[in-house]
């Protein structure tokens, strides 16, 4: 899934054994949650949840949406902001302020989605690859 998608193609290679490693970096890192969506036993969705404990807004502990997918074919049936809605309620009960993520700034069906959702675009992001 995560090379399902036109930015997908170009920057992720299935079969990489880099991606076991990352699996189990997250898998033991108790701020970090690798949630997957299953649908009839197959594989339909995932995202990573991150949790971040932060000296601003007041001690705050934010968490941090990464890698949200969901299968081509499961897309446009709820699944998508299912996952949303669950990673902000998981999110509040560990005792979130805030809830944020980056998305790609050519996704605008993504933007409309997630602001459908109501999030608000309030920050420009910047990354440095290395």
Do not use: N
């Not at 949650?33 to 705050?60: C, H, K, M, N, Y």
């Not at 980056?102 to 996704?107: C, E, G, Q, V």
């Amino acid at each position: 899934m995560l090379a399902d998608d036109h930015l997908g193609a170009q920057r992720e290679a299935p079969g990489d054994p880099a991606y076991l490693r990352a699996f189990e970096a997250i898998d033991a890192d108790p701020g970090q949650l690798l949630v997957v969506a299953e649908r009839d036993g197959d594989v339909v969705g995932t995202l990573q949840l991150t949790f971040i404990p932060g000296l601003s807004r007041r001690g705050a502990t934010r968490a941090l949406v990464e890698g949200v997918r969901v299968r081509s074919d499961q897309r446009g049936g709820g699944l998508g902001a299912a996952l949303m809605e669950w990673a902000v309620e998981e999110s509040r009960r560990r005792g979130c302020t805030l809830v944020q993520f980056t998305s790609d700034a050519s996704r605008t069906r993504a933007h409309r989605f997630y602001e459908r959702l109501g999030f608000e675009a309030t920050h420009l992001g910047f990354k440095l690859p290395l």
